[in-house]
């Protein structure tokens, strides 16, 4: 059993940034692939980016490449979005969650997920 929870989120402008955390407990962090989801009203949940098990690869969505980045610290059982450039479009409640299986976008193939976090970016 692997517990998540985020923190982080919050009202910011267009352009800004924020920094989006994840503290797991409960298992062996290290042994799984890590990711952030995002769901926005009356939208389906979606793949935003993940991030094996060593911290070497990372996968992003296309609507966030170049401007969020992932990153782990097995040490401190601690997985991080960087979101920077905010857009509009990018206000969703974000989710992490964790996959013990192989990398994967879709949202089923996630074993445990967090609670949630509200990311508001303001035009």
């Known amino acids: 059993q692997v517990q998540l929870v985020e923190s982080g989120g919050g009202l910011v402008q267009a352009g800004g940034s924020l920094r989006l955390s994840c503290a797991a407990s409960g298992h062996t962090f290290s042994s799984y692939v890590m990711g952030w989801f995002r769901q926005a009203p009356g939208k389906e949940r979606e793949f935003v980016a993940a991030?094996?098990?060593?911290?070497?690869?990372?996968y992003y969505a296309d609507s966030v490449k170049g401007r969020f980045t992932i990153s782990r610290d097995n040490a401190k059982n601690t997985v991080v979005l960087q979101m920077n450039s905010l857009k509009p479009e990018d206000t969703a409640v974000y989710y992490c969650a964790a996959d013990g299986d192989a990398y994967s976008y879709r949202s089923q193939e996630y074993d445990y997920w967090g609670q949630g976090t509200q990311v508001t970016v303001s035009s």
């Open positions: 991030i094996s098990r060593s911290g070497s690869s990372t």
